[in-house]
């Protein structure tokens, strides 16, 4: 076992404590992290309430409460990849095939030599590497091979995914535009991913990002001494992508001296470094992505015409996520389970609620933004689902509402009651945004009580705020005096 790497568990489950002792001291020894049960019971407790799945376990096949075969399956159902290894004194050929068919990776007779279990432990645990691998490749492979996955499942994503399926394998270059944040990057990875350049380098510069007088030298390189600062050479990304793909994200932002030398490479396959006496050619596939009205530059002067005939050989438009509104339940699912991976939190689902206020709200700043959001509601979640106070309150308001404070009366009339109760619940979520989720304080800020806010947001049907702070009360509800 690489010491680098954190010691492997071991779950070892006898009734035996002489016997646990000594597989514990031997497990130990040899680098492992051993855990011990006495029972099926404890054992079968552990399996279902650990956060992360143990890769080995050692269990005895009888047991006082019960059998080892309870203990594999519990294993089993937690984790798949998990390898189990059952021993008894009470062999026979029937209750061996039992165990093997339960999916038990040995059965061993006891008295058995440590050095034998330890052996055994040590392959059980390589089949429980190789198998977790080979569902991580399983995954990825179904990644590359569905885009709709990465990207939404809504009929126009569906259509950019079947585009990006026909044009991935060839070398034609790609112009991906859309809003800021709609996944313009991701399209661009997936179509390196699913080409044949996918084992080569993948390479992306943000044309808005430097300054000008260094673009030429990140995309081209440099020879040492070429200008002040220049140290060492530089390949530049055109030679570091070599046999691979290369993202021009906002391209639009490429000033015109730099069109024309990109033009130039595009046209000819070979870049020339800056000081350099000779060109070099290069094999890479370009893509190039911007939020800008392409065309209206192109007609305003400021971006060359010939150079986005170049680039626009192939178009992926990205519609904003405002348009798509059905993929914002799936896209929030997979955002969500990411960050709650990734943080180790045991939140387990998103309240019917909290998919409604995300699918009513508006995403200005796309996937992206809805990227963060539920990041910060994975961080912020205290319970085993995702509810509306977790999200911020222009998002549970959906304060998205364009109705003003003061409105004047529409000459078709209005329902004053609506209006009123609108205006009622933007200022209870400004408030409680203002005092941090606090209620006191916010029915404070909206001089009110503390009773009269915690029954106006029950009216509204908004579960948001600390409640840790409230107070008991004989009433159910306040009198109509504190409403």
Do not use: W
Request: charged content about 30%; proline content about 6%.
């Amino acid at each position: 076992m690489a010491p680098n790497h954190p010691a492997p568990t071991v779950l070892v489950v006898d009734d035996e404590p002489s016997l646990r002792e000594m597989l514990s001291i031997a497990l130990r020894r040899a680098g492992y992290d051993v855990v011990t049960e006495s029972g099926v019971r404890l054992a079968t407790h552990r399996l279902r309430t650990e956060l992360k799945p143990i890769p080995v376990v050692i269990t005895d096949l009888v047991m006082p409460d019960g059998s080892g075969l309870d203990v594999l399956a519990a294993a089993k159902e937690r984790a798949a990849a998990t390898e189990v290894i059952v021993m008894t004194a009470h062999s026979t050929v029937e209750s061996a095939i039992e165990a093997m068919r339960a999916g038990a990776y040995d059965f061993i007779v006891k008295p058995f030599s440590p050095r034998h279990m330890l052996a055994q432990a040590e392959k059980a645990l390589e089949k429980q590497a190789l198998s977790t691998e080979n569902v991580r490749l399983k995954a990825q492979l179904k990644r590359i091979g569905g885009a709709d996955l990465e990207l939404g499942s809504s009929p126009v994503m569906i259509e950019v995914a079947k585009l990006i399926d026909r044009i991935a394998s060839t070398r034609t270059t790609v112009l991906v535009t859309g809003e800021s944040g709609t996944g313009k990057e991701r399209v661009a990875r997936l179509l390196h991913d699913k080409s044949d350049r996918a084992g080569k380098p993948f390479r992306v510069v943000n044309c808005g990002a430097l300054p000008e007088a260094l673009m030429e030298s990140e995309l081209f390189g440099h020879e040492k001494g070429s200008f002040t600062g220049a140290s060492a050479s530089r390949q530049g990304l055109f030679r570091e992508a070599d046999g691979g793909t290369l993202l021009l994200d906002e391209v639009g932002e490429l000033p015109l001296p730099l069109q024309v030398k990109l033009l130039r490479v595009l046209q000819e396959k070979r870049v020339r470094a800056v000081g350099a006496d000779q060109e070099v050619a290069v094999d890479v596939r370009l893509l190039a992505a911007t939020n800008r009205d392409i065309e209206a530059e192109v007609k305003a002067g400021r971006f060359r015409q010939d150079l986005y005939y170049r680039l626009n050989i192939i178009r992926v438009h990205l519609p904003p996520l405002r348009d798509r509104t059905g993929d914002v339940p799936k896209l929030a699912e997979k955002f969500f389970r990411h960050f709650a991976d990734e943080m180790g939190k045991d939140v387990r689902s998103m309240s019917a609620d909290v998919v409604r206020a995300l699918s009513r709200y508006n995403f200005p700043g796309n996937v992206r933004e809805l990227e963060n959001l539920m990041e910060r509601a994975v961080a912020l979640a205290t319970g085993p689902a995702l509810g509306l106070g977790d999200l911020p309150a222009e998002v549970v308001g959906v304060s998205a509402l364009p109705t003003p404070l003061v409105a004047d009366l529409p000459p078709e009339g209005a329902q004053l009651d609506e209006v009123l109760g609108e205006i009622e619940r933007r200022m209870m979520l400004q408030a409680l945004e203002r005092t941090h989720g606090v209620r006191k304080a916010a029915a404070k800020l909206l001089g009110i009580t503390f009773r009269s806010l915690r029954y106006r947001l029950e009216k509204h049907g908004l579960d948001v705020g600390d409640s840790a702070d409230e107070e008991p009360s004989r009433e159910s509800s306040p009198t109509p005096s504190e409403q």
